[in-house]
């Protein structure tokens, strides 16, 4: 899409765990603890941190795309390091390692091979989600010995309400397919093709109004949870911010004169 740097380091954040890549407009961030099945640290969760941070403070960047390098997408919790993440986790500001809809751009997660535990929140955090075949999801602490509990079960009973108890309970994984008929997940697709439909994806959102996909996505996430008369509240305040836009008021003056929009970001 474009020419791509590669970070070897954000704001003094050396990534050893993570590949964060640049590609034009699209920022390419990879989970690269392979030998562990992507498992992450608080030292991962640090990185990621930092990548997003970035990602959202740079301009030139409008859309990410997450995945995993080798066998699967993410294992979860590195156990060797359980301890150090459960005093770790959270941070001053609030915002978690899935919680990604602090971030204003929208993120692409493609998955393969396993997403379980925090390896699926991950996922879920992201706005659109795809899987590769016979990719293998979900919550299975209980079989562990640990409580399948925190952050990520909020995100999951808002997908699944009536489902969730058993899945998290019983530890049961579920495939990729299954997930697209529980409405999960966007598409399921060969790995072979995983990234490049995940390419595909990225390029439908550049050919869209940078800031109009930005203000959606904040308007989708206030009104997450909320009761209908509250999310219409909020979701105004939201729209106001943009109807005072320069794009805005671009779009609307292309429509009359019937002719292509040029977005200036502002």
């Known amino acids: 899409m474009g020419t791509i740097h590669t970070l070897e380091s954000v704001a003094g954040v050396e990534l050893t765990d993570v590949i964060y890549r640049k590609d ?5 961030v990879t ?20 990548v997003w941070k970035d990602m959202d403070a740079d301009d030139s960047i409008r859309v990410a795309i997450l ?12 156990m060797r390091e359980e301890t150090v993440l459960s005093h770790g986790e959270f941070h001053s500001d609030g915002v978690v390692y899935f919680d990604l809809d602090h971030y ?6 493609a998955i393969h091979g396993a997403a379980v535990a925090g390896g699926l929140s991950l996922a879920l955090g992201a706005d659109v989600l795809i899987a590769a075949k016979g990719t293998r999801m979900g919550y299975p602490q209980t079989r562990w010995g640990f409580m399948a509990g925190g952050e990520g079960q909020v995100r999951f009973y808002h997908l699944v309400p009536y489902l969730v108890r058993w899945y998290m309970m019983s530890g049961e994984l579920f495939t990729a397919e299954e997930a697209y008929r529980l409405g999960m997940v966007l598409e399921v697709v060969p790995q072979d093709r995983l990234l490049e439909r995940a390419d595909e994806l990225a390029r439908k959102l550049l050919q869209c109004s940078p800031l109009a996909v930005r203000y959606t996505k904040e308007s ?11 999310g219409y509240r909020r979701s105004r305040h939201v729209a106001n911010r943009y109807y005072a836009t320069e ?6 003056q292309a429509f009359l004169e019937k002719r292509k929009p040029s977005f200036k970001g502002r």
């Open 24 to 28: 034009g407009s699209v920022a390419r």
């Open 31 to 50: 989970l690269n603890r392979p030998e562990v099945l992507n498992a992450f640290t608080y030292r991962t969760q640090q990185q990621l941190r930092a």
């Open 67 to 78: 995945n995993g390098n080798g066998r699967a997408f993410c294992a979860g919790v590195d």
């Open 104 to 109: 204003s751009k929208p993120i692409i997660a």
């Open 220 to 230: 989708l996430v206030v009104v997450e949870g909320v009761p209908t008369y509250e």
């Open 247 to 252: 794009d805005y008021r671009e779009s609307v």
